[in-house]
């Protein structure tokens, strides 16, 4: 049993690597990928048949962490500051995944991933709609292209933090601020 689980946590920690480093570097090849996770290749390919099914449990695996972080989210029409809030503090450590599922060249091409990933953007784009139609985000920007910014940024603050640039504490408010003023409305812009 000890055994199992020491395995299931050495697989989780390739995929943690793995993730990073695809995220820094998309095309760190098997052995890069190795290295940077401590191991063989011989290990990354007992784990893994191919670059391809590597990259396939990456993605299931981004999803399935970002699905459990956003799992009893409730996107509050009312209160859009804090729900955003509420997200980005929920996603940003998460963000070396929601970059990989955003440009990993094979997880587009894998219908299941798509579909999951359009999923997990669902609830966000309908609060955007909302927020949109309440008039508290700009309505000549498409929800679309606001949830790729969003999902950007919040790749941009994490390799912020990750690089020491950003203190972790700075993050969501900064994130915030200028997800808020890029999307401001133009009557509520000064």
Do not use: C
């Not at 997880?107 to 669902?122: C, F, G, T």
């Not at 020491?164 to 504490?169: D, Q, T, W």
Request: no cysteine; charged share 20%.
């Amino acid at each position: 049993m000890i055994n199992q689980r020491n395995k299931k946590s050495r697989h989780e920690e390739i995929l943690e690597s793995a993730t990073e480093l695809l995220s820094l570097r998309p095309t760190a090849t098997l052995q890069e990928i190795a290295d940077y996770a401590n191991i063989g290749i011989a290990t990354l390919h007992r784990h893994f048949s191919s670059r391809e099914a590597l990259l396939n449990e990456l993605a299931i695996n981004a999803i399935h962490l970002v699905e459990n972080a956003l799992q009893d989210m409730s996107f509050q029409p009312e209160e859009m500051e804090k729900t955003l809030e509420e997200l980005f503090l929920r996603l940003i450590p998460l963000g070396d995944k929601i970059y990989f599922l955003a440009y990993a060249a094979s997880v587009d091409e894998n219908p299941r991933i798509s579909e999951s990933e359009a999923q997990l953007k669902k609830p966000l784009a309908d609060a955007i709609e909302n927020w949109k139609q309440a008039g508290l985000l700009n309505p000549s920007i498409p929800v679309q292209w606001m949830i790729t910014v969003i999902y950007n940024l919040l790749f941009g603050i994490w390799q912020e933090i990750h690089s020491g640039n950003l203190a972790k504490n700075d993050a969501v408010r900064l994130l915030l601020t200028t997800v808020l003023q890029g999307f401001q409305p133009a009557h509520l812009q000064p």
